[in-house]
């Protein structure tokens, strides 16, 4: 453990008291929910909400597209986000001429993969959802990308994830740990997921992590592992496999690195990073050092490898982009144990038998 790491655990157990009081807040709004004194709205349409309790990357964003692949083949479906660091406020609708700047960079992740998908952006969802039916009147379904902790809408269908490496049993309130919901919250739930799993995770290990989630009767567990995909240039989308004569700059501005570092400790030759802040909005002054940085790697045989989810940030910079030989890394989610016909069958079902499956059945089986 370097010395940052050593002061940054420091210094979140100093904040243990403002944790405390977070988390009262948070157990005290969640019973005001519960006991009715705050209402969540209930539509007479099929919302399926992905999620967590936790702050930083669980995979939020590929279990969006997973769930698109999925379903777009077989119903009319949008997506509605909240927009993260965009430059606008209020609801807005992705069109032809949308930017990340619009929308916010996962919002433009889908519109950019799936551009046939509704992809839709509101702070407030009881207010946007309405809109995004008044605009796309003959939709199925509705995406709620990172909605779980916001109860004022009520979906049919919630699912949450939750890393392998760092389980929300494992974890505690903000600023001390990442909790952003309490474990309670969980059985709000109707689908858990562990993500990031080994790919070669154990049947007793699988069965332990269940015991220690400890799911109700009508939830189901899930495990899946990251599955990344052949680098695309940004500009022209030729593709160039990682490999152990490849020297590799990672410019990374996710809230969790680490599974890409790993990736690449395993198949490049070495590689050097340049990190931002999750969300980061790319300047000319970034890509420049990036340029910068990357010529004074004394290699023949190198690449720009970034995220997909950065990709969307720096795409404006065409010009500059076309002859810098920057790759993007595309990532999926692959269920483990055999099961991902299971998670597919309860998600389309849930879609069919709408609404004969309600919010507060909690039966999807």
Aim: aromatic share 12%; charged share 25%.
């Amino acid at each position: 453990m370097n010395i940052n790491n050593i002061f940054l655990k420091s210094f979140r157990i100093v904040l243990l008291p403002f944790a405390i009081a977070y988390g009262a807040v948070i157990i005290i709004r969640n019973w005001l929910f519960d006991k009715k004194y705050l209402h969540s709205a209930t539509f007479n349409f099929p919302l399926i909400c992905v999620g967590n309790i936790a702050v930083g990357g669980t995979g939020k964003s590929p279990m969006v597209e997973y769930l698109i692949q999925l379903l777009h083949p077989r119903f009319e479906i949008a997506t509605l986000s909240r927009g993260y660091k965009r430059k606008t406020k209020g609801y807005a609708l992705a069109n032809a001429s949308t930017t990340a700047l619009d929308i916010g960079d996962e919002p433009m992740q889908f519109h950019s993969k799936f551009p046939d998908v509704a992809v839709a952006v509101g702070e407030e969802r009881l207010v946007a959802i309405p809109q995004l039916l008044h605009n796309k009147p003959t939709l199925d379904a509705i995406i709620l990308d990172d909605a779980f902790q916001h109860r004022s809408v009520n979906a049919g269908l919630n699912i949450l994830l939750t890393e392998y490496s760092n389980l929300y049993t494992h974890d505690f309130f903000l600023p001390t740990g990442d909790l952003r919901d309490e474990w309670a919250s969980a059985k709000r739930s109707q689908i858990i997921i562990v993500t990031k799993c080994p790919a070669d995770l154990s049947d007793e290990k699988k069965n332990k992590i269940i015991r220690e989630l400890k799911p109700l009767k009508r939830q189901h567990v899930f495990f899946t592992t990251i599955e990344y995909g052949i680098p695309y240039h940004i500009y022209n989308q030729t593709k160039k496999a990682i490999t152990e004569e490849i020297e590799v700059y990672l410019v990374c501005g996710i809230a969790n690195p680490k599974p890409i570092k790993e990736y690449l400790l395993e198949h490049a030759y070495t590689y050097y990073q340049k990190n931002y802040n999750d969300h980061h909005i790319f300047t000319i002054d970034d890509l420049q050092e990036i340029k910068s940085k990357f010529d004074e790697i004394d290699a023949e045989n190198k690449l720009i490898l970034t995220t997909e989810k950065d990709a969307v940030r720096l795409v404006k910079f065409t010009e500059q982009l076309e002859n810098l030989p920057l790759y993007v890394l595309p990532i999926k989610h692959k269920f483990l144990f055999s099961e991902g016909q299971k998670f597919d069958e309860l998600v389309v079902n849930f879609i069919k038998s709408y609404p004969k499956v309600l919010a507060d059945n909690f039966d999807i089986s």
